[in-house]
Nanobody, 124 residues
């Protein structure tokens, strides 16, 4: 059974940090791209970051460059999103998703397997 499970969300003050995890089961991360998306209330889902090629190729939205880092642990079949210097506008539900054709894109429609999401709230 193909599955992605996110964890690590929570409530954090502005300037704080969180690390999100996305653990895959039923397939290996070696030959797919994994993207992180987020959705704030009343807004469309947006691409945050993406990784492919055993971690050699990464992409970031302009809004998170320099603050977020995506990386993977092959032994654990897990992709992480380290989020530093968090801002209130980073608040939302964060999802990880699989793109089996090895493509990183902001187009959520081309990702075929999604996790259930984890809530991130940045507030004082």
């Amino acid at each position: 059974q193909l599955q992605l499970v996110e964890s690590g969300g929570g409530l954090v003050q502005p300037g704080g940090s969180l690390r999100l995890s996305c653990t895959a089961s039923g397939f290996t991360l070696d030959y797919v791209a994994i993207g992180w998306f987020r959705q704030a209330p009343g807004k469309e889902r947006e691409g945050v970051s993406c990784i492919r090629g055993r971690g050699a190729i990464t992409n970031y939205a302009d809004s998170v460059k320099g603050r977020f880092t995506i990386y993977r642990d092959n032994a654990k079949n897990t992709v992480y999103l380290q989020m530093n210097s968090l801002k209130p506008e980073d608040t939302g539900v964060y999802y990880c998703a699989r793109q089996r054709s090895f493509v990183c894109s902001n187009n959520a429609a081309i990702f075929d397997t999604w996790g259930q999401g984890t809530q991130v709230t940045v507030s004082s």
